[in-house]
């Protein structure tokens, strides 16, 4: 850097304070653009939002109507019967599948047979329904155990769908099951195969139902809308606020700059007064002396005309000859010559001597 007071250092400063001003400039309007995207970003997240929010209230009421048509249903049923059909009709307003994992298990009774199959398949035994039944008609037995035919309801209603694929697969590796099938049942229809149910209500919850599950899956469409522009609109924000940041830095940073150029500028040194006094007194002096020189020079062209010109009054020419001016300011005298002032008044004194030493003519 060069060294502060001096032009470079000025010049320097300058060079640094645009430089530094351009990159504030431009980080200013890419972190303009960048709040504008982030707002652009979260108007849009705002409006899925209400979105997602009026189809989650439409679904909110079409389930409520589904749900009583459900409780009509099974209203008429009880025990088992009951369970099972709300099972089915919960899946149904879901809009989700039902799977009958069905497998053979040696065990005591039908209730043991049941626990059996939740143990192997790893599911909590009040997340699904269970119905068992003895696999053979024969009294006698050699053992205290029978086979029984187990079949297990599942539903993504009542349990998350990667519990009930992992138990399925568990089942089907699992040491006393035989005979393991895995059988994907229509809901409405299962309910309708319950004995003891109203055909009637169940066609009037099949609809109601439709509707919910609709519903349901529209709300859950836009809820996961909202939710990824709510992330993009975030990830917008953040980047807007590190680029307002980077801007502010380096409008601080050229703001600094720009001080710095100031107090070079100021600190540059003027010429002193003393300086200053000296060169005002030389040009007064030069000045002074050319005048000097023109007046004198002027005085002395002066007098030279004037003894020019008394001289060329008194005298006459040096040869007696015409007195006018030859070719080169002088007096043109006989055959071409001239003779100069001095000379003349020499020769015009010498004839005046010459003159007075001459005797009188006695003729006179």
Not at 83 to 100: E, H
Not at 123 to 144: K, W
Not at 157 to 165: C, E, G, M, R
Not at 210 to 236: G, H, P
Request: charged share 20%; proline share 4%; net charge negative.
């Amino acid at each position: 850097t060069p060294p502060l007071g001096s032009a470079d250092a000025v010049a320097f400063l300058q060079a640094q304070v645009d430089a530094k001003s351009a990159a504030a400039e431009s980080a200013r309007a890419e972190a303009d653009g960048a709040t504008l995207e982030a707002s652009t970003a979260r108007q849009a997240a705002d409006t899925a939002a209400e979105a997602s929010a009026a189809a989650a209230s439409t679904a909110s009421t079409a389930i409520a109507a589904a749900e009583s048509q459900r409780d009509l249903v099974v209203g008429d049923l009880s025990g088992a019967d009951a369970t099972k059909a709300t099972l089915l009709a919960d899946a149904a307003i879901a809009g989700v599948s039902v799977v009958d994992v069905r497998a053979t298990f040696s065990a005591e009774s039908a209730d043991a047979a049941c626990a059996l199959s939740y143990e192997a398949m790893g599911v909590p035994s009040d997340q699904g329904h269970c119905e068992a039944s003895a696999a053979s008609a024969r009294r006698r037995r050699l053992t205290q155990t029978s086979p029984f035919d187990v079949s297990v309801l599942l539903t993504a209603a009542q349990t998350n769908q990667s519990l009930i694929d992992q138990g399925m697969s568990n089942l089907g590796a699992a040491s006393g099951a035989s005979n393991v099938v895995n059988v994907v049942v229509d809901p409405v229809a299962a309910l309708e195969a319950i004995p003891g149910v109203d055909a009637a209500a169940v066609a009037s919850f099949a609809t109601s139902a439709t509707a919910a599950s609709a519903a349901s899956r529209e709300a859950a469409t836009l809820a996961a809308e909202a939710t990824r522009l709510d992330q993009a609109a975030t990830a917008r924000e953040d980047q807007a606020r590190t680029l307002e940041a980077n801007a502010a830095a380096l409008e601080a940073d050229a703001e600094t700059a720009r001080t710095n150029l100031e107090e070079a500028t100021a600190a540059v040194v003027p010429p002193s007064a003393a300086e200053t006094t000296d060169v005002a007194l030389v040009g007064g002096a030069v000045s002074g002396s050319v005048a000097v020189l023109v007046i004198a020079f002027a005085a002395y062209r002066y007098r030279r005309r004037r003894l020019a010109s008394s001289r060329g009054a008194s005298g006459p020419p040096r040869f007696g000859g015409s007195s006018r001016r030859g070719r080169f300011g002088g007096m043109r005298g006989f055959g071409g010559f001239s003779a100069s002032p001095t000379a003349r008044m020499d020769d015009a004194r010498r004839g005046d001597d010459a003159r007075d030493d001459a005797p009188a003519d006695p003729e006179a």
